[in-house]
Structures are given as C-alpha cells and as structure tokens.
C-alpha cells in the first residue's frame, strides 16, 4: 500500500465538532482526511441551529418594528 494514502484520523462529516477535531490534529501534524456527502459547515450550520436563530432574530426586529410603527414611529 501506498504510504502516502495512510491517515492518522479520518472525520465523517463538517458539522463543528468534526471540523474542531480534524483542524486539532491537523495543526499537531496528523495526517487527516475529512469525509462528507453534503456541503462543508454540517446540519447546525447550513440547514439547523444558525439559519433558525438568524430567522428568528430577523422576525423579532420585525416584529419590534411593527410595534414602534403602532406609536406612531416610522422609519
């Protein structure tokens, strides 16, 4: 076999623990390959956790925005 084709750890998926995990060992020189069928930045980051807490920041300005126009506010 080819040692050049031999790695130290191999990660299965880009979510943020994945991407902690492989970058760590990386900077302390393993060699790492990095597995994954969707788009690098995992569930949490691209379709979970981040796109809903910015949504929902996004529907509480307008909501506030809403509100102060109610008082006779606009902007």
């Not at 880009?14 to 788009?39: D, H, Y």
């Not at 307008?62 to 008082?71: A, C, E, S, V």
Request: aromatic share 6%; charged share 15%.
């Amino acid at each position: 076999m080819n040692e050049d084709h031999i790695f130290d750890l191999v990660v299965i998926g880009t979510g943020t623990a994945a991407s902690a995990a492989a970058n760590e060992c990386s900077s302390a020189g393993w060699k790492v390959s990095i597995i994954n069928s969707l788009s690098f930045g995992g569930t949490c980051a691209l379709r979970g956790c981040e796109p809903k807490k910015y949504l929902l920041r996004q529907s509480r300005l307008l909501i506030l925005l809403r509100g102060i126009k109610t008082m006779g506010i606009g902007l």
